[in-house]
């Protein structure tokens, strides 16, 4: 009997231990650690922060499902990783928190033969001075709780809006580096969506700020993109979308300091300036949760398996190298840690070997640009096939990996929503394929421009909201969720 201990449940630690359970059956043990009781659609949070779906209808409680399912659960935050064993144990383990009511604070050892470790981003909010929902200074849609209170803080904006009160509202990314501009600025979309269904949007000035060195590179450096029939790039796509919903930008900014009411950036021309809000939403950078690891003799071994990141160390070529010589085959393929074979890392919990927009720096040597994205579509297919090559491993014997999904190679789709409404709502459909550009195969574009699309309208907006329904389905367990694609 074999331990496959995954660590995180979140769309990549979920879709791994639903599909391992699915595939090795009761002859082995599929145990779930997260912080979290609860399972969250995250990309449904915008949602809520607008306040057009409840905390609850983006969560549910993970114990009920992972009981029907065979599962075992702890409501714990893992800490440290002991690849080698020791302490007494002959297997590896992980030590963990427990993070439930009823066992808050007690520490436990968790053995397994195969780890997955799949516990998403540290939101670091701490990187930039002043930001973040703990200070009060500035909200985020990164977590269903922080949409909860996000939603609050805006009704008090519409409210003061609807009394005749100008209110300045900021959206973007509140780092240098940060990335998943794509939320950020489905959030702006829909907030200048709300203010008109509110029939305030003349009482609102809407800006959107960006890391970014133009608009629409969402850490992918931008796309050729297909629409209506002529390829035109995502910064033309999003500008225009922009203008239509009567946001004003500032790009190249890196916000380094959040005030009450003001935030300070510095332009990638190495000029500072600041802002006056009412209200901000900013995300903040992302970095690894701080695991730790420890070899048998109990010394760190922390930098063989996490890059300074905080990430962990996958199949991908880290060697330091010049923007130019990034190469498609250096992103990684299997996620198997390289000094471990029987520790995979998936999700936003890879390192990734470098990024994928050009690094930009000012004068004063302030690094401003994107970091790559980390969307749910490779979240869930890394998931999937990790899942598949343990299988493999376990059941065959097998020490090669057949399952493979380099982001160098698989497309994703990412539908940005820009106002809901089953009769009015309105999202932009994106596809990219692959994600990261590969200028060897495809020289004109980057990318297959076949497969990289961007449409807004009505439809996008349905299938967002069916995804919701479709992937919460599936989440849970119910009937055929293991047809639904990742
Ligand atoms: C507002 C918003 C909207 C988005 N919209 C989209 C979208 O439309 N389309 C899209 O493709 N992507 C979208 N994304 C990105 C998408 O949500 C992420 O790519 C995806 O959630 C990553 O999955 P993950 O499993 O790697 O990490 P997460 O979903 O963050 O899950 C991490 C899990 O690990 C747990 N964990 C954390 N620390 C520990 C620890 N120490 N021990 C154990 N467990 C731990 C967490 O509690 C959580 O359960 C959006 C993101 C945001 C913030």
């Known amino acids: 009997m074999s331990i496959i201990l995954v660590i995180g449940a979140g769309i990549a630690g979920h879709t791994a231990a ?39 209808q983006v969560r549910f409680r993970l114990e009920g499902v992972y009981r029907r399912m065979g599962i075992e659960f702890h409501q714990a935050r893992a800490v440290s990783i002991f690849p080698e064993g020791g302490n007494g144990h002959e297997k590896p383990f992980v030590q963990a928190v427990y993070t439930d009511p009823q066992r808050q604070g007690q520490e ?27 200070t009060g200074n500035s909200y985020s849609v990164c977590s269903s709780g922080h949409a909860k209170e996000t939603w609050e803080a805006l009704e008090r904006i519409f409210e003061a809006a609807k009394n005749g009160e100008r209110q300045r509202i900021l959206v973007g990314t509140g780092h ?19 203010a008109k269904r509110h029939q305030i949007e003349d009482k609102l000035d809407i800006t959107w700020i960006t890391n970014e060195y133009e608009l629409g590179d969402f850490g992918m450096a931008g796309a050729f993109v297909r629409r209506s029939g002529y390829v035109i790039h995502t910064k033309e796509f999003t500008e225009s979308i922009l203008a239509e919903y009567g946001v004003k930008w500032i790009k190249r900014a890196g916000v380094y300091k959040v005030e009450p009411g003001v935030a300070h950036y510095e332009l990638l021309d190495g000029t500072k300036s600041s802002i006056a809000f009412d209200f901000a939403m900013l995300l903040p950078a992302f970095a690894g949760v701080g695991l730790r690891a420890f070899d048998r003799q109990g010394a760190d071994i922390t930098p063989k398996l996490f890059a300074p990141s905080g990430f962990m160390k996958v199949d991908a070529d880290y060697a330091p190298k010049a923007f130019e010589d990034y190469q498609i085959e250096d992103w990684p393929s299997t996620y198997q ?52 090559n343990i299988t493999e491993m376990i059941k065959q014997q097998r020490t090669d990996l057949r399952h493979k999904a380099s982001m160098g190679k698989m497309g994703a789709a990412c539908i940005v929503s820009a106002g809901y409404g089953f009769w009015n709502g309105q999202a932009a459909t994106m596809t990219v394929n692959p994600i990261v550009p590969d200028w060897n195969k495809y020289p004109d574009f980057g990318r297959n421009v076949k497969y990289t699309i961007g449409e807004i309208g009505l439809a996008g907006h349905w299938v967002k909201l069916f995804l919701h329904y479709m992937f919460i389905h599936k989440a849970k367990g119910y009937p055929f969720w293991w047809l639904l694609p990742e």
């Open 108 to 134: 436990t050892e968790l053995e397994y033969d195969f780890l997955v470790n799949a516990t998403g981003p540290k939101l670091n909010f701490e990187a930039t001075e002043g930001l973040g929902p703990a």
């Open 176 to 194: 240098p580096t940060a990335t998943c501009q794509g939320a950020a600025f489905e959030y702006a979309l829909n907030v200048a969506f709300e």
């Open 337 to 388: 840690n390289p000094d471990y074979s029987n520790i995979f890392a998936i999700g936003i919990a890879f390192a990734p070997p470098h990024p994928i927009s050009k690094p930009m720096f000012s004068p004063n040597g302030t690094a401003i640009y994107p970091s790559p994205p980390r969307t749910g579509m490779p979240a869930g297919v890394t998931g999937k096939i990790t899942a598949d």
């Open 18 to 56: 639903t599909f391992l359970k699915k595939e090795l059956g009761k002859k082995h043990r599929v145990v779930v650690v997260s912080p979290s009781a609860y399972y969250q659609w995250i990309p449904s949070n915008i949602w809520v922060g607008v306040g057009r779906m409840k905390e609850d």
